[in-house]
């Protein structure tokens, strides 16, 4: 009987708006004594000074340590060492979704709570129960799954608004395969991330998301170019954070996520936001899904509008490339990825056969909506 078992996870506490950041000492005064605050040079810069007043005023003290921009199984471990150092009771991750899984990893590991204020919306990172895992050169490494999610998440708009607008798209692109990738999942009564199979919650919150970021993405990127909090801002933040996280974990994830994993493990993609990635990941879901054709242009149109890539050459890649499409292929179709939750069986050719496709597809649909001609990513290595 156990297999029929549906479940849905969530954070503790999501806490979201304009000046949020100036209330973290007070959340986190709920939930621990001796906060590990970690976040990179840059990110301090930023909001160094409201956190330490912040934490003053609720009476807490400061350690800070620095991130060092990986979250590699080397960086957690030794997060881990700095939280028992400390004698720390609740980590808290100050940054992007890198900072954020680190934490996760270490706070999980060292026995105690955790607790995220992303200062940007470019991941779904902020809310899971999981961690991704990378080399110390950037390849995809590994999940890691934890008993529960974070105890807190605190998004502080205008934070997420200065930060630069590429962030905010990235995010989109993340939280646009939330529902594809829930549908498919449904279709084929596949576990989730959350350890069960879908609830009609999850799926939910994944199609909500979709339908928020359809109608306000792109009037958020103007607003969020010059660094304004809209209605249309606070709404897609709280799709890409909230509605995506809920969404992906407990709604499940399919091709699109898989397909970034195997992008990673090549050079040329190199450098490419993950939400960059993951939107060549749904297009080509959507391809191999034989989605009906109005779909995928529209899809495909939408995103470009985005700024989000829809070809192969956005991310630095040719059509005609065998090896490196197979390379991401093998690595997409690895047993235990989550493209097996797609409602048919998928191979390595198949997704070769899709990848391959897409740059002859995304050209013909922008070209009669009028839309810019794709501009080749080159890896800052090559």
């Not at 840059?42 to 912040?54: F, K, M, P, T």
């Not at 003053?56 to 979250?71: D, K, Q, T």
């Not at 954020?100 to 706070?107: E, P, Q, R, T």
């Not at 990172?125 to 050169?137: F, R």
Request: aromatic fraction near 4%; hydrophobic fraction near 45%; charged fraction near 20%.
């Amino acid at each position: 009987m156990a297999s029929k078992i549906r479940t849905v996870i969530s954070p503790g506490r999501y806490v979201q708006g304009k000046g949020a950041i100036t209330q973290l000492g007070e959340y986190l005064k709920l939930i621990g004594d001796t906060p590990l605050v970690v976040a990179d040079d840059l990110v301090w810069g930023l909001v160094g000074h409201d956190v330490e007043a912040s934490l003053s005023a609720a009476g807490l003290p400061l350690h800070r340590e620095v991130f060092n921009g990986v979250p590699s199984a080397k960086e957690v471990d030794r997060l881990v060492g700095v939280i028992k150092r400390t004698g720390a009771d609740v980590a808290v991750a100050i940054g992007g979704g890198s900072t954020i899984d680190a934490v996760k990893a270490a706070g999980f590991i060292a026995g105690i709570r955790w607790a995220n204020a992303p200062t940007v919306a470019s991941t779904d990172a902020p809310c899971s129960a999981l961690s991704v895992i990378y080399t110390d050169t950037g390849e995809f490494s590994e999940y890691r799954f934890f008993p529960r999610n974070p105890d807190l998440v605190l998004v502080d708009s205008q934070i997420v608004a200065n930060a630069p607008v590429s962030l905010l798209i990235a995010g989109v692109g993340d939280a646009l395969a939330t529902w594809l990738e829930a549908r498919a999942t449904a279709r084929s009564n596949s576990k989730t991330m959350a350890g069960g199979l879908p609830t009609v919650t999850g799926t939910a919150l994944a199609e909500l998301s979709w339908d928020v970021l359809w109608g306000n993405a792109l009037d958020a990127i103007d607003a969020v170019q010059d660094h304004q909090v809209t209605p249309a801002v606070e709404k897609v933040i709280e799709a890409n954070t909230l509605l995506s996280g809920l969404g992906f974990e407990s709604g499940g994830l399919a091709a699109a996520h898989a397909i970034h994993n195997g992008l990673t493990a090549v050079e040329a993609t190199h450098g490419l936001a993950h939400g960059q990635k993951v939107n060549i990941g749904s297009v080509t879901q959507l391809v191999m899904e034989g989605a009906p054709s109005s779909d995928i242009k529209d899809f495909i149109e939408f995103t470009t509008r985005v700024g989000l890539p829809t070809t192969l050459t956005e991310v630095g890649l040719k059509a005609d490339d065998e090896k490196s499409l197979r390379t991401i292929a093998e690595a997409a179709t690895v047993p235990g990825e989550t493209i097996h939750s797609m409602p048919f069986e998928v191979s390595a050719d198949d997704v070769v056969s899709a990848l391959a496709s897409i740059e002859r597809l995304a050209r013909g649909v922008r070209q009669r909506a009028g839309l810019p001609e794709p501009v080749p990513y080159v890896a800052a290595h090559h």
